[in-house]
């Protein structure tokens, strides 16, 4: 008998690919783009309204990569399954990666998994959008178009009682050049901009620029957005439309010329 599975053939894939042949060196990349939860998981035991708050995903970063992919002509890797299912940017073996807490909601289901659970998220639905990005970078490697990583996504404007006034975070490990050439741009604009702020990048916290940017030694950003500047199809539109400019800018700066 076949061992059982987690997703059902109700259950969205675990990613999205949009774009895949874009001409642009730009790969965009939204690990908490969705809020989607297996059927099998009833919603983790949680109301809608949960799920809808920033604990369950990204809020406003699918609709803004989607946007910027369309005017750059970049390949976006967007994936489907809300954080509290499983972080496609936590280790597995980081405490956050399957959340027994988070932002003070309970998450019972997940206290509740036991390692065969765990194991079968990870396979499912972690595995498979890694190796959606790898099998994107090898083929553009393979093809000498070059790359450059982005990994989008957005925060909250306020976390544990305290108001975050960036705008945006241009985050970072190692190499910090991309993010440092985008700052003064940002601000140029009059938009205040975090440096390694509202977060910072980790190996023990992150997989995503760690695994996919810096191994690579690709020329790389982890972009942070504060949520109420994309919360409506109009917000995201404009951040899609700033970035675009700025990205097409900045590339000439970080890509081979012919």
Not at 140 to 165: C, D, E, K, N, W
Not at 216 to 233: F, M, N
């Amino acid at each position: 008998m076949a061992e059982p599975t987690l997703l059902g053939p109700q259950d969205p894939p675990p990613f999205t690919v949009i774009g895949a042949q874009g001409a642009s060196p730009y790969l965009l990349i939204a690990d908490h783009a969705g809020q989607a939860v297996p059927a099998a998981l009833d919603q983790l035991g949680l109301p809608q309204a949960e799920l809808d708050r920033h604990i369950g995903w990204d809020i406003g970063i699918a609709g803004t990569t989607r946007a910027l992919a369309a005017l750059l002509d970049a390949t976006a890797i967007l994936q489907t399954y809300s954080r509290l299912v499983i972080d496609c940017n936590r280790p597995l073996d980081a405490p956050g990666s399957i959340a027994s807490v988070s932002d003070g909601t309970d998450i019972a289901a997940n206290v509740a998994a036991n390692p065969q659970q765990r194991a079968q998220r990870a396979a499912e639905i972690f595995q498979p959008y890694h190796d959606a990005i790898r099998g994107q970078l090898d083929a553009r490697a393979a093809r000498g178009q070059p790359t450059i990583l982005i990994a989008m996504h957005s925060f909250t404007p306020v976390f544990a009682g305290i108001v975050r006034p960036w705008h945006a975070g241009v985050l970072y490990q190692r190499d910090a050049r991309l993010a440092h050439a985008l700052k003064p741009l940002l601000e140029a604009e009059g938009l205040t901009v975090g440096d390694n702020e509202p977060y910072a990048v980790s190996d023990a916290t992150d997989y995503a620029i760690p695994v996919h940017g810096e191994a690579r030694g690709l020329v790389h950003l982890e972009l942070e957005i504060r949520q109420d500047l994309i919360a409506t199809d109009e917000g995201q539109r404009a951040w899609a439309q700033r970035l675009a400019r700025l990205f097409t800018r900045l590339a000439p700066d970080f890509t081979p010329q012919p």
